[in-house]
């Protein structure tokens, strides 16, 4: 009833926040984080009225739900990034992104924060109800629940790049509603223990909870570690902090045209990143309109001493790695990207080496959080992050104007080995790697491999060799879209190199690699289901290549979990989620491809297209022309579309099993017979 009391006094009238900072919740101490800095830019989206609340103990690295001892999979789609933040829709079906009313960190509206307390009160008067933390967090979410169903606001909330605080579970402290305790079996972890050691002038280390949650060490709001010390030894930690200085060589190619408008900010961009040591490798791939004079002057002018910058120009008609591909100059289908990237390779000083492409802006602390995540993690070999993407040429700067989303790939190292066999998941402009592993162990770049994609090949070798590859939350680049691009230019091209690179990597991971004698039938139980996986709103043509698909899908799965060790449970409980997340988009799309089967008119204006065109979003809508579908949207189908997927692409697909399920089973029975036996068990229905 304290807690009643002092809410009773927030004011009502004047805006502000309240927050939440129960006895075992942890904020971390970092250099780069400060608690109440980032919540205070909470500010302009939670007094907006826009938003539900703020939660300081999530980011896009929570997929663990402790107290469940489940997958929560990743942050909901759609999500968005503003001001360093992720704004998200809450997901009912997932136990730590669908939780709004969190006593442990949650940040509120102090008017707000009062309604739902008197709704809780309201609540205990006519009930017998014992309240405790947990029972009053129960409470408020299903006031808050009422709240939202009753207004027009939306269920959205706002989470970090990283964790700002976690909650330490190491021993029960309550009798209803208990969270499952870390080091159950320790008795050292018993609560007269804890008490005897604070008791002994003992403090929580809040520096070392800030460099585990600044390098995306925890998958879960709840924590087991318990770091304790003296104070000095607080204080040593954090001056050390501020004394070391990491090191890393930045690999930043530059083709004929930058322009250097776009060059001089991505060379600001890096000359912004602070007590990091950087070898700055400039490859002058036949440049041609001043931009590397460009990135010369801005770090001539910068006031950042710790920059070497090294030009080096690239002939592209010599070897440029005599180790790498001998026979890659007599292929007319070299990959000249791939040779650049390795002659600049060549010439880098340091273990761990950032790319960049010069058309790029790096994030602020971009390099600091990559080589803290390396530091503090020396089994992962590439490590990239999320990408905030916008659009302009001509030296556009980002900014909220011109975004246009954000991609956070998946931050599981286990998860990012099964998804980068249907997708590159990890951006090549935004990727730091350790030499000894892409050189030494893997080659470098394919050069004898045709198509531009020499970064998704290169991943998949590294994967392929039992190397780790994971991605950080945070955003570490703000990636240009314009029409020049690789990507736009060699679209086709691109597209079914990568297919082919992904077949080659599924064929390894299933030991079917070169050497091994696979045969054409391998082939036939590869190829087809795996484009298909990798693209089913397009190639999912029939009901009957569902079966091939979750056929391999499930094999795919089998292969990773022979990988992951027995004892990490929580890998395996996430790739297990995401195969039948996958499974259910298969089943959405196949509901589409059911829906259209019949279809023969366009939806607009009534005739027969030469080439159906469908909705990119619902897979339902035909038309015949671009217009026509324009039209359409305008005159109400953008109120009815629904993303076929959920909304966040294949690896984030939110249907509803019990939904699909329906609508299976409404289908006429000799169409979907062959389906319902497949899903029935996939789905576990």
Request: aromatic residues 8%; negative net charge; glycine residues 8%.
């Amino acid at each position: 009833m304290l807690l009643f009391s002092a809410i009773d006094t927030l004011p009502s009238a004047t805006p502000s926040l309240t927050t939440f900072l129960v006895d075992d919740l942890v904020v971390g101490t970092h250099p780069k984080v400060n608690f109440f800095h980032h919540i205070c830019k909470l500010c302009p989206l939670l007094l907006s009225e826009r938003y539900v609340a703020g939660h300081t103990t999530h980011a896009p690295s929570v997929t663990h739900s402790h107290t469940t001892s489940t997958s929560s999979g990743m942050i909901p789609s759609p999500h968005h990034f503003f001001n360093s933040c992720y704004l998200f829709e809450y997901d009912a079906q997932s136990s730590e992104w669908g939780y709004p009313f969190d006593l442990a960190g949650g940040v509120y509206r102090s008017n707000q924060l009062k309604v739902i307390v008197n709704g809780v009160k309201e609540k205990l008067s006519s009930t017998n109800i014992v309240l405790t933390p947990n029972s009053f967090e129960v409470m408020g979410n299903n006031v808050l629940a009422k709240l939202l169903r009753a207004s027009t606001q939306q269920g959205c909330g706002v989470a970090f790049q990283h964790p700002l605080a976690c909650v330490v579970t190491v021993n029960c402290v309550q009798e209803t509603y208990t969270t499952p305790v870390y080091g159950v079996d320790n008795d050292n972890y018993a609560i007269e223990a804890l008490d005897k050691l604070v008791e002994g002038g003992q403090v929580l280390l809040s520096d070392k909870y800030g460099d585990a949650l600044y390098c995306g060490a925890y998958d879960s709001v709840h924590v087991g570690d318990f770091w304790l010390g003296g104070v000095g030894e607080l204080e040593t930690n954090l001056e050390s902090e501020k004394k070391s200085i990491m090191a890393c060589s930045v690999l930043l190619p530059v083709g004929p045209t930058g322009p250097p408008s776009c060059a001089k900010l991505a060379a600001e961009s890096i000359c912004a990143q602070i007590d990091i040591k950087i070898e700055l490798v400039v490859v002058d791939d036949g440049n041609t309109d001043g931009s590397i004079m460009a990135i010369r002057n801005v770090v001539k002018n910068s006031n950042n001493r710790n920059i070497v910058l090294k030009v080096v120009v690239h002939n592209r008609n010599s070897n440029s790695n005599s180790n790498n591909n001998s026979n890659s100059n007599n292929n007319s289908n070299s990959n000249k990207l791939a040779a650049t990237l390795n002659f600049g390779l060549s010439h880098c000083g340091h273990e761990l080496i950032a790319r960049m492409d010069a058309d790029d802006l790096m994030a602020p602390n971009r390099l600091h959080n990559q080589l803290s995540h390396f530091r503090m993690f020396p089994a992962t070999s590439v490590c990239g992050m999320a990408v905030s993407i916008f659009s302009g040429d001509d030296g556009t700067a980002n900014s909220e104007s011109n975004y246009l989303k954000t991609q956070i790939q998946p931050t599981s190292a286990a998860l990012t080995m099964l998804a980068m066999y249907f997708s590159c998941v990890v951006s090549h402009s935004c990727v730091m790697y350790r030499r000894s592993v892409v050189v030494e162990e893997c080659g470098g770049y394919d050069e004898g491999k045709a198509g531009p994609c020499e970064d998704y090949r290169l991943w998949l070798k590294v994967i392929g060799k039992g190397f780790s590859v994971r991605n950080l939350g945070a955003v570490g680049l703000y990636y240009r879209k314009h029409g020049g691009q690789i990507s736009n230019v060699l679209r086709k091209s691109q597209a079914s190199s990568s297919d082919a690179a992904a077949v080659e990597g599924v064929k390894a991971l299933l030991g079917f690699g070169e050497g091994s004698g696979a045969s054409s039938f391998v082939d036939d139980c590869i190829i087809e289901p795996l484009l298909m996986l990798r693209s089913p709103e397009k190639l999912l043509s029939s009901f009957e290549g569902l079966e091939g698909g979750a056929n391999l899908l499930l094999q795919v799965e089998e292969g990773i979990l022979n990988r992951i060790k027995d004892d990490d449970e929580r890998e395996r409980q996430l790739v297990s989620f995401e195969v039948k997340e996958r499974m259910r988009q298969l089943c959405f799309v196949a509901q589409s491809v059911g829906k259209n089967k019949n279809k023969t008119n366009c939806d607009e204006c009534g005739q027969k297209p030469t080439t159906p065109k469908a909705c990119s979003k619902c897979k339902t809508a035909i038309y015949c022309t671009v217009d026509c579908q324009k039209k359409a949207w305008k005159k109400g189908h953008k109120f009815d579309c629904e993303p076929a997927d959920g909304g966040g692409g294949i690896s984030h697909a939110k249907l509803k099993t019990s939904i699909a399920w329906k609508e299976w089973t409404s289908r006429d029975k000799s169409e979907s017979a062959n389906a319902e036996r497949v899903f029935m068990g996939l789905l576990g229905l």
